[in-house]
């Protein structure tokens, strides 16, 4: 699906970071495709949550250096990466329960009209316009308030909230763990039709099952370190099972962060 | 607003919105009922109810003169209620509004009094009690955004420090005189027919043409927008009540001044927290503050922001009490005064856990209050009833609250 002479979208190299005596990230690269669904996999505890703050500017690394669409970029807050189009959406999926899936869609970035007061018929518009466009529509209103939508639904406003904005890539941590059978089924054709529309997009999951039947490749997290890419024409399940509780480390743990110099301040970003 | 489905239709098309049928309409109204937001019904409910009790126990109850009364006796509670709701809103709460109202009374009648001693015009020292009110909220907000303390704690401080420059305030005799005409006039001012009749008028058709252009704004974007059945049903409601008014009034003394001044003021205070950024962050910081920090919205500042809101409202509402009483004493902001505005934002129907309340709640459940206040007084009850009233009241409020709050949560649908 991806072709990798293509220039990548995102490109994380050699990215370190270390909380304290933890090193919860060793070295790690990460390249994101546009169009393509890249899976990334691992342990509790692999770093998997870590490099996503990362990348959407929550951590500063302590080394490491990021390329968006070709160019080099800085990460420093999260602002940094939703101006550059990367959009995160958090398991805990951040929607205000008491405000309607409009006003939550555009949540600080509210439309005004002439008088300078919010013009909340546009804002519905908009909000409709893109959930059609990513085929939402087991929601019957935009102006129906949070809590009284189903997981499933919450799910689809939380990512139709991160692209509308014209957003190039999409982070997706967990989207279907609490998700029944069926409002997962809702969610991954959603993401699929995020990378048809041209979207890179990055899940995490630990259900590999799902993740086969929608992402294009794999990358393999294990204790901090890189230690799998795979793509899933070329693979099974079972490789990537070995990859997540086995694969090869590149640095024995324990003994890696001294040679890096883990201190915080050297950070490659500044 | 306009009940929105998702626009459907060709894509290249874009769909001009229609009105929804008044069936329609009515489904969209029984199922957000069913679903826990139940709006005003228990206000309108309870109104019903004291009024025919009290009616039944003394038929001077519904008497113009008493009604007018009411209009009158509700302002200060209602007003300070306002600010309530903007702590509220955020999940917060504000015990000092009573002491503050008591603060302020005594900053303006001391400044005003004609003694030779440093006197200032009325509006001098209304701007200066104001002042200290936004200092006093702003540092509310601090200690509790910047430092963490509970707000519970931050503003029973600053009840205690308040009911003593009360005390210090109105000195040995206890009690400051209030002679200036303007602040007595803001309480005791009722107008003339003509004026209120014009008035009222003008507000129901300012009601009229802005609901016709929200809609009209609505289907021009292709959403649906309500029934005409449904327009004309609550704009004719709006007209009744807003006549009714100044009809009843009209056969007493006339329209109080001060409740065209709190209308007023409820309808920039409902613009601001729901047609501009800062209330819609408002709302939010109190629905969920960790997605309104993601979002980019500054939490610590919406919370300063409400705290001082709080204490403003506050200071104005004890500028009412002051003007009502022509008379400021070391009991200001005392009594019932915190519970009631506190009660009335809850009974208005807004959450005490934050996120969920109007700004018209709290002139909704001032009139309930006031209501009660003077259905006990007409009766002659004593002070101890009084109070176990309005206890049980507020109890029934919350349990409201946190009933339908359950609802709310339980009807997430499949
Ligand atoms: N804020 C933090 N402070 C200290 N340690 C952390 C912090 N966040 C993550 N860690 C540690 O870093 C490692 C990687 O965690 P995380 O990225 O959350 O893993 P995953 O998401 O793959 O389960 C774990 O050992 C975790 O305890
Ligand atoms: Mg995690």
């Not at chain 1, 689809?156 to 279907?176: F, G, R, Y």
């Not at chain 1, 640095?251 to 040679?259: E, L, R």
């Not at chain 2, 009222?200 to 802005?210: D, E, F, K, L």
Request: hydrophobic share 45%.
């Amino acid at each position: 699906m991806a072709g990798h002479d293509q220039t990548p979208l995102l490109e994380v190299s050699g990215v370190s970071k270390r909380f304290g005596s933890v090193q919860a990230l060793y070295d790690v690269d990460l390249e994101l495709y546009p169009g393509e669904v890249l899976g990334l996999v691992g342990d509790n505890g692999a770093g998997k949550s870590t490099l996503i703050k990362a990348i959407s500017g929550n951590y500063k690394v302590d080394t490491g250096t990021f390329k968006f669409q070709g160019q080099p970029v800085q990460i420093n807050d999260p602002k940094d990466s939703s101006d550059l189009g990367i959009e995160v959406v958090y398991q805990d999926l951040a929607l205000c329960d008491n405000l309607n899936v409009t006003q939550n869609m555009f949540l600080g970035r509210e439309e005004k009209n002439g008088v300078g007061l919010l013009d909340e018929a546009t804002m519905q518009r908009r909000a409709a316009e893109t959930l059609k466009r990513l085929s939402v529509t087991t929601l019957g209103s935009v102006n129906l308030n949070i809590a009284q939508l189903s997981g499933g639904q919450r799910q689809s406003v939380a990512v139709a909230k991160a692209v509308m904005w014209n957003s190039k890539a999409v982070i997706l941590d967990e989207p279907t763990a609490a998700l029944g059978v069926a409002q997962t089924r809702q969610v991954l054709e959603l993401v699929r039709r995020l990378s048809a529309e041209g979207l890179g997009v990055l899940v995490i999951s630990h259900n590999l099952h799902d993740l086969f039947e929608i992402a294009d490749r794999f990358m393999v997290l294990r204790l901090g370190q890189k230690v799998a890419d795979l793509v899933k024409t070329e693979t099974t399940q079972q490789q990537v099972v070995e990859a997540i509780t086995a694969g090869q480390l590149k640095y024995v743990p324990g003994q890696v962060t001294d040679d890096r110099d883990g201190e915080r301040e050297d950070n490659g970003n500044n | 607003m306009a009940i929105t489905e998702l626009v459907d239709g060709d894509n290249n098309v874009t769909p001009v919105g229609k009105r929804l049928s008044f069936a329609e309409n009515a489904r969209g109204w029984i199922q957000n009922l069913k679903s826990g937001e139940i709006g005003s019904l228990p206000v309108v409910l309870g109104l019903v109810l004291i009024a025919v009790f009290f009616q039944a126990q003394n038929d001077r109850y519904l008497s113009a003169q008493n009604l007018t009364n009411l209009l009158v006796q509700m302002a200060a509670i209602a007003t300070i209620s306002t600010g309530i709701v903007f702590v509220l809103l955020i999940g917060e709460i504000d015990l000092s509004v009573g002491a503050m109202a008591g603060v302020g009374g005594v900053i303006i009648a001391r400044l005003i009094v004609p003694d030779g001693t440093a006197e200032v015009p009325w509006y001098v020292a209304l701007g200066l009690a104001l002042l200290v009110g936004i200092v006093v909220g702003g540092i509310h907000g601090w200690f509790v955004a910047k430092i963490g303390v509970p707000s519970l704690i931050v503003t029973l401080a600053t009840l205690f420090i308040g009911r003593g420059v009360v005390l210090a305030g109105t000195g040995k005799q206890g009690l400051i005189r209030v002679q200036d005409d303007s602040v007595i006039g803001i309480a005791n001012t009722f107008l003339q027919p003509s004026v209120a009749w014009t008035i009222a008028i003008g507000a129901i058709s300012i009601y009229a043409v802005t609901n016709y252009l929200s809609d009209r704004n609505a289907m021009s974007q292709g959403l649906s927008a309500q029934s005409w059945s449904m327009y004309v049903a609550r704009t004719s409601l709006a007209a009744v009540m807003v006549l009714g008014v100044v009809a009843v009034t009209g056969n007493d003394r006339g329209l109080p001044l001060i409740t065209v001044l709190l209308g007023a003021a409820v309808v920039i205070l409902t613009v601001f927290a729901e047609r501009t950024h800062f209330g819609r962050y408002i709302y939010a910081v109190g629905g969920n503050a960790e997605a309104s920090r993601r979002a980019g919205i500054n939490v610590d500042r919406i919370k300063i922001a409400c705290f001082m809101i709080g204490s403003f409202m506050a200071v104005l509402g004890g500028l009412v009490l002051a003007s009502r009483l022509r008379s400021v004493d070391n009991s200001a902001g005392e009594g019932n005064l915190l519970l009631n505005s506190i009660a009335g934002a809850v009974i208005g129907g807004t959450s005490l856990f934050g996120g969920r309340g109007k700004i018209s709640s709290a002139i909704q459940g001032a009139l309930v209050i006031a209501s009660v206040e003077s259905g006990m007084g007409l009766l002659g009850w004593p002070s101890d009833r009084k109070f176990m009233v309005t206890g049980a009241i507020l109890l029934i409020a919350v349990t409201v609250d946190t009933v339908s709050r359950r609802t709310r949560q339980s009807s997430g649908r499949a």
